[in-house]
């Protein structure tokens, strides 16, 4: 494969405004480097262009032929699911590469990220082959609500620091839960976050970051990890501002225009 250029697009929101604007995606800020494959439903959606695939964002596998990311995400050109994918600058053999044959935006969604609805599914060309490289995420059930400080991690391939590269290979980072209550108080983000969105992080180390957008919020819940959010926004000053939490949209919230989608198209 040519060289993947790392270009993402993400809505950044200022502090707590509400006005989002186009801007590049989020990498894990204070992560480690996951064991290949350790994630097997995180996608690498990349954008095709003149036969070079720049990775544009994350996403989620949950349906042999359904990868679910973000609204914001899913308004960027031809797209390329990247199954299996590990080091998005190679080819390492056990990466599975499928055209994107639809786009399903929820039909809420107004471009205006604090409005909420950042969510959309991409219907692949064919069906996936799963395997231990490629799997479907387990998703948690309807209006399912995580405890404060629920063991979770991040994954995606955004970049390491605010103004850095996209790493190279998946990135995990531990984003334990914060509550609602405490992530829309004054001190935190305050009424920019909505009950259909999830927190995590906060202490101004961990975060999600640019490149990062669609990809996985994974919970550790009911003996397996689930995904309960997938990457929506960050404060745009700086990926891991402390009481600015990483903000995701709530999966728990869309099971079943998620389940809906899926069955009838």
């Not at 001190?187 to 259909?196: D, E, H, N, P, R």
């Amino acid at each position: 494969m040519l060289p993947y250029i790392a270009f993402i697009a993400l809505l950044v929101l200022f502090g707590r405004a509400v006005d989002a604007q186009n801007n590049t995606a989020q990498r894990v800020v204070g992560g480690v480097t996951a064991t290949p494959n350790s994630w097997p439903w995180q996608v690498s959606i990349r954008i095709s262009s003149s036969n070079c695939y720049p990775h544009n964002c994350g996403g989620v596998l949950v349906h042999s032929r359904w990868v679910l990311t973000t609204a914001s995400c899913a308004a960027s050109g031809t797209l390329v699911a990247f199954l299996g994918d590990h080091n998005i600058y190679g080819i390492e053999g056990r990466e599975q590469i499928i055209p994107v044959e639809r786009i399903i935006i929820h039909p809420s969604w107004t471009n205006n990220l604090a409005a909420g609805y950042d969510i959309a599914l991409l219907k692949l060309s064919q069906n996936a082959v799963l395997n231990s490289y490629v799997a479907v995420a387990s998703l948690p059930s309807s209006g399912a609500i995580l405890p404060n400080n629920n063991f979770c991690y991040v994954t995606g391939w955004g970049s390491t620091s605010t103004y850095g590269q996209l790493s190279a290979t998946l990135q995990q980072g531990y984003l334990p839960i914060v509550s609602y209550a405490t992530c829309s108080s004054s001190a935190w983000w305050g009424s920019t976050v909505k009950t259909t969105m999830v927190c995590a992080g906060g202490d101004g180390y961990r975060a999600a970051c640019y490149g990062d957008g669609g990809g996985a919020l994974n919970c550790y819940t009911n003996g397996r990890y689930e995904v309960h959010g997938i990457s929506t926004f960050m404060s745009s000053l700086g990926c891991n501002v402390y009481q600015k939490p990483s903000v995701f949209t709530r999966v728990s919230a869309y099971t079943s225009w998620i389940s809906n989608t899926i069955a009838y198209n």
